[in-house]
């Protein structure tokens, strides 16, 4: 798994989309954009924007609980509780934590936890 992640990181600055540089970016471990840590509701990259395609129960990113990154069996998924490969959290082109359910992951936020904290009205 480190040797996924070193590999990862080095492929960050050509993945990230320069709007979300100096940001919170969720990446799947494949490569796979899966949007920004931001409470911007209007957003189209924030978790927080309800109608995008990051934020939305439809869309590509983590809370869609029938997609490749949200359900509960993707070895890719935040909400898989076994997940071994779970979505990065990176900042500054440097990986700070997961986010997963899967209670062994180290540095891990949970995903319910996260768009809690994050989107909450203001």
């Known amino acids: 798994m480190k040797r996924g992640i070193l ?6 600055a050509t993945l990230t989309p320069t709007t979300a540089l100096a940001q919170v970016v969720i ?8 949007g ?9 990259d924030s978790i927080c924007n309800r109608y995008g395609d990051y934020g939305s129960r439809y869309g590509n990113g ?7 990154y949200g359900d509960r069996y993707s070895e890719q998924s935040a909400y898989n509780p076994r997940a071994e490969h779970p979505p990065l959290l990176i900042k500054n082109q ?6 997963s359910k899967n209670p062994k992951i180290a540095n891990r936020y949970d995903p319910d936890m996260l ?6 009205e203001r």
């Open 115 to 120: 768009q809690i904290e994050i989107c909450q």
């Open 7 to 12: 590999s990862l990181s080095l492929t960050l």
């Open 27 to 34: 990446m799947a471990q494949d490569r796979t954009f899966l």
């Open 36 to 44: 920004i840590v931001s409470p911007n509701r209007y957003d189209s």
């Open 94 to 99: 440097q990986i700070i934590g997961f986010v």
């Open 62 to 68: 983590i809370f869609n609980r029938y997609g490749k």
